[in-house]
Structures are given as structure tokens and as C-alpha cells.
């Protein structure tokens, strides 16, 4: 079986051998023909798992959907489980599925940060009752907003100086990028905190290390790259 994962700008493919998963595939949004390319070579009696928060790229798979051969895995889904949040046809399927496969690594509660081109914080209990979270922009987000609206500034790295303040511009700017999306994630980990919640907690996502790197002082992350695909291995059971 082919996972599958259409994210907000990336395509990712993965198969299971054994008990490790297989890097397949992986290319960004923009690239449909590449993308096109790749599907066009998948076997007609392979069976694909998809996940996707891009309805506008679902139909380069429309191919292998006419064989039979692609199970979407949609919100519909949702209705097998508990859930504490208001709006679950709106809810990307990428912040559940990271949640539910976190959950099959532990028998406590589960926090999960995808460091995206957003970055989602959230939460799911030991019962696999999920309770929603945070939605705010990647750390990619925060350090091109500056380029494109603050160009005499210089560029600055994904890391905090060794020093408070800053002693240089590109200091000041590394603690106001760096240290503000480190700061909001620290802020939202507490919250959860304040509402009595210990769990453990998952980092995923193209920042995922630069994320963990940030928090490891105050908490001890995990890093798992396919917490996605995981959750598409567990939902399979209510398919």
C-alpha cells in the first residue's frame, strides 16, 4: 500500500517495509506536473491511501481513483471518534491524523506541533478524544514576511543568539523572529498546562528540529517525521 499525504505546499508518498517507513516520493504543490508525472507510474492494482488539506490537487488523482485502487481518508471519518472541537468538517485532516498517530506511541495524552508553513499545536487525550488546538504561521512564514515587508533588513538563520538582548541587527532580529515563534509555541504548551494537561510531546513537520531544539530546555519532545502517515496507518481500521 501507497500513504499518500497532500499537504499545504507539499506532495509526500511513503510505503511501509517491515516496520520502518519508505521515503517514495515527495516534490512541492507547484509541481503538478512532476506530481502527474509520478502518479502516471503507479501500478493500476496498487492500493493508495490519501490524505489531503488541498482539494485543488486532489484530482491529479483522479486516474488512479477511476481504477478503484485510492481510499480517501476524509472528515466524514471523524464520526468514529470523540471529539471536543465545534467545527470537525472543517478540521484539516492532517492536525487529526498527527494527533491519532502520536497516540499509538504512548498511553499517555499527546500534544502534537507540526512545524509547517503553519504550525499547528494540538491536542488528544490517551482515549484518542482529540481536542483541538492552535493554527499560526511556520517559522518559514514569519522570517519571509520580514524579507517582503522590512527589505533593508538582512536575512538572518533559524536560530536564537547565545545572548540577551540582541547585540547586533541581526541579533535583534533573530530573537524577534526566532524568539517570537518560539515564544507563541512556549505560550501555548503552558496554556495547555494551565488546564491541568501533562502529555507528552511530538514534533513533526519541516521544522520539526529547529522546533525541538527551541523547547528542549523547558520539555522533552519527540521527533517523528511520520506522524501522518502513522495516523493513516491507524485510521485504516475505521475505513
Request: charge should be negative; include cysteine; proline fraction near 3%.
Amino acid at each position: 500500500m501507497i500513504y499518500i499525504d497532500i499537504g499545504n505546499t507539499t506532495f509526500k508518498a511513503v510505503k511501509r517495509a517491515n516496520v520502518e517507513w519508505v521515503d517514495l516520493f515527495s516534490t512541492g504543490i507547484e509541481n503538478r506536473e512532476e506530481i502527474y508525472n509520478w502518479l502516471s507510474g503507479v501500478h493500476s492494482d496498487e492500493i493508495v491511501l490519501a490524505a489531503s488539506v488541498r482539494k485543488d490537487v486532489n484530482g491529479l488523482l483522479d486516474g488512479l481513483t477511476k481504477t478503484g485502487s485510492v481510499r480517501w481518508i476524509t472528515n466524514s471519518h471523524l464520526s468514529n471518534f470523540e471529539m471536543n472541537y465545534s467545527t470537525p468538517k472543517t478540521l484539516g485532516m492532517d492536525r487529526f491524523l498527527g494527533c491519532l498517530g502520536s497516540s499509538t506511541k504512548t498511553h499517555n495524552d499527546v500534544i502534537v506541533i507540526d512545524a509547517g508553513t503553519a504550525c499547528t499545536i494540538d491536542m488528544m487525550t490517551k482515549a484518542q478524544v482529540y481536542l483541538g488546538g492552535v493554527i499560526m504561521p511556520g517559522l518559514k512564514l514569519y522570517h519571509r514576511s520580514v524579507k517582503t515587508h522590512l527589505p533593508e533588513l538582512p536575512e538572518v538563520n533559524q536560530f536564537l543568539p547565545n545572548q540577551f538582548p540582541g547585540h547586533s541587527t541581526k541579533e535583534s532580529l533573530q530573537w524577534g523572529i526566532n524568539g517570537a515563534f518560539i515564544g507563541s509555541i512556549l505560550y501555548f504548551l503552558k496554556k495547555f498546562e494551565a488546564e491541568g494537561h501533562q502529555p507528552d510531546i511530538f514534533v513533526t513537520g519541516g521544522d520539526a528540529e529547529a522546533v525541538a531544539g527551541f523547547i528542549q530546555e523547558d520539555y522533552n519532545p519527540k521527533i517523528r517525521k511520520y506522524l501522518v502517515f502513522d495516523g493513516m496507518e491507524e485510521m485504516q481500521r475505521y475505513l
